[in-house]
């Protein structure tokens, strides 16, 4: 069974703090997806990665980066978080012989 | 611009009645995948059915079915004998390469016993 996890369900930060966000799959798949999930805007691409150590922006890079040293885990951070920063996070791979994605579960990020 | 359009934010179906949603979707690609992901609530958001561009023959998944409509870019999802498990966010998608997935904004369905 295919799985992508990330590293928390939940998690509350203050502004200003440096944030991590993981991900991890087990299918081997090349490509990963970072991307935000607000109501009435669907997901927003944030970065993506086609391969260890590449990565591509997305349409909303500014305040974020990545980082994917190994092939099954693609990371997120926050620089400096901020209040509009406060989003459900979603983590993705794709197989890249039916274009389907593969998500993990995941992370409610609340900035204060 | 590519971009996907649901037209429906929400949506209610009485339990073993059927129900459509809309999507449409700019592209000046000829060859794409098209796609509908189910996020149910608090669970993991999942691909419930597939459609290759290049294919007449509209795809089904057992009781999950598209009306495709090349020329008008037109992809909505029929879902018969809804059930209480089919309450969730359905997003509409394409994609015309391994590096972007472009979704739509979502249609809340709720199936109502």
């Known amino acids: 069974d295919v799985k992508v996890t990330q590293s928390s369900r939940y998690l509350v930060k203050r502004t200003g703090e440096k944030v991590f966000l993981e991900c991890v799959q087990d299918?081997?798949?090349?490509?990963m997806f970072w991307y935000r999930q607000d109501p009435g805007l669907g997901l927003r691409l944030i970065y993506f990665?086609?391969?260890?150590?590449?990565?591509e922006k997305g349409d909303i890079p500014e305040g974020y980066s990545v980082s994917r040293e190994k092939k099954e885990r693609f990371s997120l951070i926050l620089e400096s978080a901020s209040t509009n920063q406060t989003s459900m996070y979603l983590c993705?791979?794709?197989?890249?012989?039916?274009?389907?994605?593969?998500f993990g579960p995941g992370t409610r990020l609340t900035v204060t | 611009a590519q971009t996907v359009t649901q037209s429906q934010p929400e949506m209610s179906v009485q339990e073993a009645e059927t129900v459509t949603l809309s999507c449409t979707y700019d592209?000046?690609?000829?060859?794409?995948?098209l796609f509908w992901y189910k996020q149910p609530p608090s669970r993991q958001m999942i691909l419930v059915i597939r459609?290759?561009?290049?294919?007449?023959q509209n795809a089904t998944e057992n009781r999950f079915s598209v009306n495709f409509q090349k020329a008008a870019k037109s992809f909505s999802l029929k879902i018969s004998d809804s059930q209480l498990g089919d309450t969730a966010m359905y997003f509409c998608?394409?994609?015309?390469?391994?590096?972007?997935?472009?979704f739509g904004p979502g249609t809340s369905l709720s199936v109502i016993p």
């Open positions: 993705a791979s794709l197989a890249r012989g039916n274009y389907e994605q593969y």
């Open positions: 459609q290759e561009a290049y294919k007449q």
């Open positions: 998608a394409f994609s015309t390469s391994y590096d972007k997935v472009i």
């Open positions: 592209t000046s690609e000829s060859n794409y995948y």
């Open positions: 990665s086609y391969d260890v150590k590449m990565k």
């Open positions: 299918m081997d798949h090349e490509n």
